[in-house]
């Protein structure tokens, strides 16, 4: 079962435009006004955000956690220092780095409006930015308010895969596929334009796609038909995503996602693998926007948290808080946000991290503050929350 639901062709050219893809990664693109970047990473499978930011100095962790608890700072194979309370995995050195510049804000014991433990339902709420699943994604539905830029790249779409919910919806997304495992030969490409032609509808958005994927070529060079070396496909994807965005008439939004967080066994060395990479994609984002860095806002986000308790294979199992990243120039960061709950007596159904953030507020607060949307926009982009006001304080005054 997947969490994408099947639609059919002229849904697909007229939806969002596919994107970058490689093995569990992709992006897509969007336009927004002004000079402000704004990405969003989803972490499919749950992360386990005890795991990846842990509150070494809460007196109930060890006990709780057993070996899922790393050293503390300074220790050998210890985790990086966050202040006194918390410690980041000592895999994302990156991410730790733009802490101590004041470019990375963690947010811990966030959820989202759901207390589903099923992947493919929080995935979709996660995405629909509501109660339930809709047809659109969140971010869709808060670009459709923004006008697109005279001469800028916008509305394109190249054949081919899927393209997450978070992006679906009626705003077209500037479309590129580099070389990969999903990406069709040339000469299929020629042949369903062809085939199309004389549609008025997927004729044109088809031959648009093409374009842009032609100038994506020439913004990327050698890069874009390169296939990426194994183990750094999703730093390679950040890298292109980073260098498409940094240009003028670029997009200005993009949507990333990076899977394999679902670690039910043996999570200890199974994380490892996947944080570096994640880390990795930060660094090469960050490098290849440039000075445009300064201007930018990367959300980093996952459907769930997991179990506090280790389980009998060594790893956790679906549960509730977790945590969320926010990086960036424009960012507010060098500090762990949010309201700690605490872990002795005081978990979710005796079971999870207890929530006490909102993801939605930390949303609307980046589409407010960031893209500058109005408070109409950013309600419709997340109907029926008025009870989670969007979070100020996220980015630099």
Not at 91 to 100: D, E, F, G, K, S
Not at 132 to 155: D, F, I, K, T, Y
Not at 272 to 293: I, S, V
Not at 306 to 311: E, G, H, L
């Amino acid at each position: 079962m997947s969490h994408l639901p099947a639609f059919g062709r002229r849904a697909a050219l007229l939806g969002l435009a596919a994107a970058m893809t490689l093995p569990r990664a992709r992006v897509a693109f969007a336009d927004a006004p002004g000079e402000a970047r704004f990405v969003v990473v989803l972490l499919r499978g749950g992360l386990d955000g005890l795991f990846a930011v842990q509150p070494y100095a809460d007196p109930a962790l060890r006990d709780l956690r057993g070996p899922l608890a790393l050293p503390e700072p300074g220790q050998e194979g210890g985790l990086l220092d966050l202040g006194g309370r918390f410690g980041l995995h000592p895999r994302m050195t990156n991410l730790h780095a733009m802490y101590t510049a004041n470019e990375a804000l963690v947010v811990h014991a966030v959820a989202g409006n759901w207390r589903s433990r099923s992947h493919f339902d929080a995935q979709d709420m996660l995405e629909s930015g509501a109660d339930q699943r809709l047809a659109s994604g969140w971010l869709n539905r808060a670009l459709s308010a923004v006008p697109a830029r005279p001469g800028a790249q916008h509305n394109g779409l190249a054949v081919g895969t899927d393209m997450p919910l978070l992006m679906r919806g009626p705003t077209a997304v500037a479309n590129y596929a580099p070389r990969g495992s999903a990406t069709p030969p040339p000469d299929l490409l020629a042949r369903v334009a062809e085939l199309n032609a004389a549609d008025p509808v997927t004729g044109p958005a088809i031959a648009e796609g093409l374009r842009i994927r032609g100038y994506a070529v020439s913004t990327l060079g050698d890069a874009a038909a390169m296939r990426p070396q194994p183990g750094g496909a999703f730093r390679a994807l950040a890298l292109s995503a980073g260098r498409l965005m940094s240009q003028p008439d670029g997009p200005r939004v993009a949507a990333f996602e990076l899977g394999g967080w679902d670690t039910h066994a043996q999570q200890v060395n199974r994380l490892n693998g996947p944080l570096f990479q994640l880390d990795e994609g930060f660094g090469a984002l960050k490098e290849a926007l440039g000075d445009h860095w300064r201007r930018t806002a990367v959300l980093v986000v996952t459907e769930f948290g997991r179990t506090v308790r280790v389980n009998g294979t060594m790893g956790s199992d679906h549960g509730t808080g977790g945590v969320a990243f926010l990086l960036g120039g424009a960012v507010a960061g060098g500090k762990v946000g949010g309201n700690w709950p605490g872990l002795a007596g005081n978990l979710f159904q005796d079971r999870d991290l207890a929530p006490t953030t909102d993801l939605r507020t930390i949303a609307k607060g980046l589409l407010r503050d960031h893209l500058k949307l109005s408070p109409q926009a950013v309600a419709r982009a997340f109907p029926g929350s008025d009870a989670a006001a969007p979070l100020g304080g996220l980015l630099r005054a």
